[in-house]
């Protein structure tokens, strides 16, 4: 049973790129939900995607943007990459992301902005 | 808006002796609440979870943890720690019928063998 996948592991890229990170959710989850971890932090909500909508979104800038496909994997695209947008970047799955539901998370991709 | 504290950002510990992690949390509805605990250079991944009934829930390794309500606390205890339990430990909360799960800065655990 294949837990949550993410891709790439690691990156770098140039201020002011942009980036499109991927997840495809645990196996039977219809649910992602992306994080923000810097360095010395716990995860920051970035927004969760539910039958290819956005649900809930947390305190980020519309330079993060999302989408959901059809058989439920996701991307995370990130523009106008900035310094501070360095930090790891998780996806969790869970199943109709009610708040009862246990999220599981990916490994995550390393985002260095230089 | 709900927030999760935890109290300590380091712990250091010897093995076998017992542990108490502070975690509370800002929010006046009904919570679900969590610890997650990462391993070097693994993933995140659930150690235990507080939904509804009895306050007192155990977890994975050992752990459990206690939902007192009129304290907003959910605090990690173990009775006695092992080398292979240096981690990383996150708290977490998530309103009922929220979509979001809010979490704690974390507490970086060593355990010296």
């Keep these: 049973d294949a837990g949550v996948t993410q891709s790439p592991t690691h990156l770098i890229k140039t201020r002011g790129q942009q980036v499109t990170l991927r997840c495809s959710p645990k196996s039977g ?3 992602v939900s992306w994080y923000q971890q810097a360095l ?4 920051q909500f970035i927004f ?3 039958e290819e909508e956005e649900r809930q979104r947390g305190n980020f800038p519309d330079r993060f943007s999302g989408h959901q496909f059809p058989n439920y994997s996701s991307e995370l ?3 106008a990459l900035l310094l501070g947008d360095s930090a790891l970047y998780l996806c969790a799955s869970s199943l109709r992301g009610g708040s009862g539901n246990t999220i599981y998370f990916g490994e995550g991709s390393w985002l260095t902005v230089v | 808006a709900q927030s999760v504290s935890q109290h300590n950002h380091h712990v250091i510990l010897s093995e076998a002796a017992s542990l108490e992690l502070g975690c509370n949390y800002s929010y006046g509805g009904t919570v679900n609440l969590f610890w997650y605990v990462q391993y070097p250079g693994q993933h995140l991944q659930l150690l235990l979870k507080y939904f509804s009934g009895d306050p007192l829930v155990k977890g994975i390794k050992g752990f459990e943890a206690e939902f007192i309500k ?6 990690l205890r173990k009775p006695s720690v092992q080398w292979s339990d240096t981690a990383e430990y996150f708290c977490a909360v998530n309103s ?4 979001k799960t809010i979490f704690g800065a974390g507490t970086r655990l060593f355990v010296k063998a």
């Design chain 1, 29 to 31: 989850h219809d649910t």
């Design chain 1, 40 to 43: 010395g932090q716990g995860p």
């Design chain 1, 48 to 50: 969760q995607y539910y």
């Design chain 1, 77 to 79: 695209n990130v523009n």
């Design chain 2, 70 to 75: 009129s304290k907003f606390s959910f605090n």
């Design chain 2, 96 to 99: 009922g019928g929220g979509f």
